[in-house]
């Protein structure tokens, strides 16, 4: 009997970043390629034809005309506000006030919570995202209702309780001392357990005193392997208003850095409106960025830099968010796609590569996890997507040609499933080799021989 499993598709993954590095040394592509998977990380990834004598003895699973990639990161994304998705007509400040905190107040309730995350993990599935960054709420129990889910699932995500105690409203608010003494609690309650990790999650500077920021930064000192999440730059307005309430600070990036919260294991939401200045300390920090187009793009907040952000001057990590429920979709693909389109507004034009980098190795890169998830080395945790460049009768017109054999013919491909692709082409995900999504579960399932 075989112990390992095997898959057989069109697979495609990176091994450096084509923002930077050729096709070539970037992009690995086997156009009839093999997966082989054993306790649920990879144990063997090539040609088909080099490889499927050594595995005579093991079934394989057939994804032919699909194309199998790393899964998805979501690099910045509030489960609480899964509910709320799609609110209409407001910019970033009104928009918390009217339909973000009176959805989020809901999540003192454990059921409630419970019931939500179960439904976000479910989408996340269905969209191919195996590791998502997540705001949760102000509230302990939305954390532990996030974790446990997402642990029954064998999930690697990533999570933290929103530190917040002014500008929202009473029933939001913690203090700068129960956030310090709540968060420690959970990163010792849920910190490396499992496939999970801990953020230290302060909301954004107009939500927290100094005092509050400066008791994250204590945790981060206590705890130097947890992360930071929060929003930074996103609306002009925002900005503004962070430049009156800290006067002293140089810019906004530096309210964070005077509380010890730039480092290299800090992940940025939006960045929009960074000055230059702040680009270069970004770089030589180490930070992230999560680039949120359909968000900053709903709000009005603005066109992300991405060519500054990923130039040689200024290299920064970068990743997609679907910032949901500022994000219009949990789809990575259609995130993928909004990216492209803001870079188009900006005058510049990334590859399918390059984006598709963004959403699966960039975005393990920036988390500092890709020794672990982002692509199919040998030894890697096998979360992966499975997906069908002709999953609509458009697409299939689109994508008519034969299984796609040089870098060029795929990246034609590649593009109209970024520009066209959505849940519907996600034909299956799996999570450390276990399927957690069948788009096909009620009808035929992938053959094995
Ligand atoms: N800034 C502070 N809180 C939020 C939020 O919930 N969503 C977005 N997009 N920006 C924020
Ligand atoms: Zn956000």
Not at 53 to 75: E, K, R, T
Not at 131 to 147: G, K, M, W
Not at 279 to 291: C, D, K, N, P, V
Not at 293 to 313: D, H, M, V, Y
């Amino acid at each position: 009997m075989c112990s390992l499993q095997a898959f057989r598709a069109s697979i495609l993954d990176f091994i450096d970043d084509p923002f930077y590095a050729t096709l070539a040394d970037s992009v690995r592509y086997f156009p009839d390629g093999l997966l082989v998977l054993e306790d649920g990380h990879v144990h063997a990834f090539g040609h088909y034809p080099d490889l499927h004598s050594q595995y005579a003895n093991c079934p394989i699973v057939d994804y032919s005309n699909h194309l199998i990639m790393p899964g998805f990161v979501d690099l910045h994304v509030h489960y609480s506000q899964t509910e709320m998705i799609a609110s209409y007509g407001k910019q970033l400040l009104d928009w918390l006030n009217t339909y973000t905190f009176p959805t989020e107040r809901k999540f003192k309730e454990l059921s409630y919570a419970r019931q939500i995350a179960s439904m976000f993990c479910d989408e996340l599935m269905r969209n191919g995202t195996t590791t998502a960054l997540v705001f949760t709420t102000v509230f302990p129990q939305s954390v532990d209702a996030f974790f446990e889910e997402a642990q029954q699932r064998n999930l690697r995500m990533i999570a933290g309780k929103v530190m917040m105690n002014r500008h929202a409203p009473d029933y939001l608010t913690d203090t700068a001392e129960t956030a310090y003494t709540e968060t420690k609690t959970l990163i010792e309650r849920w910190h490396k357990q499992n496939r999970l990790l801990y953020a230290v999650t302060p909301r954004f500077a107009i939500t927290s005193t100094p005092e509050q920021l400066q008791r994250a930064g204590q945790l981060l000192r206590e705890f130097p392997d947890v992360y930071v999440h929060t929003h930074l730059s996103e609306n002009v307005k925002e900005v503004a208003w962070v430049k009156e309430l800290f006067p002293q600070a140089a810019g906004y990036l530096d309210v964070y850095d005077q509380a010890g919260l730039v480092g290299d294991r800090s992940i940025f939401a939006h960045g929009v409106q960074l000055t230059d200045a702040e680009f270069e300390r970004m770089a030589q920090a180490g930070g992230a960025i999560a680039f949120c187009p359909t968000s900053n793009l709903f709000l009005g907040s603005g066109l992300f830099k991405i060519e500054q952000a990923k130039s040689t001057k200024t290299p920064i990590h970068v990743g997609l968010g679907s910032d949901v429920g500022g994000g219009t979709s949990l789809s990575i693909l259609q995130t993928a796609h909004a990216a492209y389109e803001v870079a188009q507004l900006r005058q510049q034009t990334l590859s399918p590569y390059q984006i598709l980098f963004l959403a699966t190795l960039g975005g393990a890169k920036a988390l500092k996890l890709d020794d672990k998830i982002g692509n199919f080395n040998v030894g890697k945790e096998a979360d992966f997507v499975v997906l069908d460049p002709r999953a609509t009768p458009i697409m299939a017109l689109r994508n008519a040609a034969p299984t796609p054999t040089t870098l060029e013919t795929l990246a034609e491909q590649l593009f109209a499933l970024v520009m066209m692709g959505d849940d519907r082409s996600v034909r299956a995900t799996y999570v450390m080799g276990a399927i957690a999504h069948s788009h096909d579960s009620a009808t035929a399932t992938p053959s094995a021989s």
